[in-house]
């Protein structure tokens, strides 16, 4: 068992942290100069690999494991795990030796949430995904009256959907509101949905979900692929995807819309398209915080 380390004043200064990174980058023999530091601080980076192993345990870890996991000696990883103990990013158990994230990791990552706004780097990413498929995208949330529209993007062929900022989705008929349907409790879309199906005898889109069985049936689909996908069911030849941001807690944070005209658009699953916005929505969702493996 390595010696115990006692767990990190939480007044660690900076002056601590700078020399801590001091003695790190003596310790790799990193030599100085004008190209290291525009390279950055190696020693960090290597550092830091124990630190996301521990990110993704869902418990505390022996050091033989977690330095193996990082892919370096016990003896190079104890001389990091000391340091960020000072620092109070790492914490030992003072019994079973076993480390784990410490009291400053948690301030770090709450400091983060409070400061991240969904919207705003979903506004981003879209714009990017816009102009490297140049297809029509957008974001909703939900609102008080359903998944509601609040960012549009359209690519240089529009795809004439006559949305606009503000409107409210259907649940029964768009991918936007089957997705919210699918993650959301059913007791903030109940209303919405019961009004929907009493009127979907009289009136309905294509395969639009008549009955409550055959809707359960197509929010089993969207749970399945983790995505929402219609062709042409709120418009003939409309075809759209809406694809999960999750939160820190893992709600459904908002939906990522992307559509198109039938012929022009890719709807496959694992097509162009979907795969792209899944990785939008996953990377967004990984700074919002989410963890897909319950901790």
């Known amino acids: 068992m390595p010696p115990t380390v006692r767990p990190a004043s939480p007044r660690a200064s900076a002056e601590d942290l700078a020399d801590t990174l001091d003695t790190a980058e003596a310790s790799e023999g990193a030599e100085g100069g004008e190209e290291k530091l525009r390279s950055g601080i190696q020693s960090i980076e290597v550092g830091f690999r124990l630190l996301e192993v521990l990110t993704s345990e869902p ?8 330095a193996q996991r990082a892919g370096m000696s016990p003896a190079k990883a104890h001389r990091y795990l000391v340091s960020f103990m000072r620092l109070g990013v790492v914490a030992q158990d003072p019994l079973s030796g076993r480390y784990e994230l410490g009291g400053f990791a948690l301030q770090l990552g709450l400091a983060r949430l409070a400061r991240v706004d969904g919207v705003k780097l979903a506004r981003l990413a879209l714009t990017e995904l816009r102009d490297a498929l140049d297809i029509t995208v957008g974001i909703a949330v939900w609102g008080n009256q359903g998944p509601t529209v609040v960012h549009w993007l359209e690519s240089s062929h529009p795809a ?12 029964l008929s768009s991918a ?12 903030k879309t109940a209303p919405m949905i019961e009004r929907e199906l009493a009127g979907a005898q009289h009136y309905s889109y294509g395969s639009t979900p008549r009955t409550a069985e055959a809707l359960e049936c197509a929010l089993a689909e969207v749970r399945e692929h983790g995505a929402a996908r219609v062709e042409g069911m709120l418009l003939p030849t409309i075809h759209a995807f809406c694809t999960p941001v999750f939160d820190a807690s893992g709600e459904l944070a908002l939906g990522l819309i992307a559509l198109g005209h039938e012929g022009a658009f890719d709807i496959d699953w694992n097509g162009v ?23």
């Open 176 to 187: 936007t509101g089957l997705l919210f349907a699918a993650y959301l409790p059913r007791s």
């Open 160 to 171: 004439k959907a006559s949305l606009k900022l503000g409107d409210v989705m259907p649940m």
């Open 59 to 66: 418990r505390a870890m022996m050091l033989r494991d977690l």
């Open 273 to 295: 398209v979907d795969t792209a916005l899944r990785a939008c929505a996953e990377k967004l969702s990984y700074e919002l915080g989410y963890s897909p493996t319950p901790r």
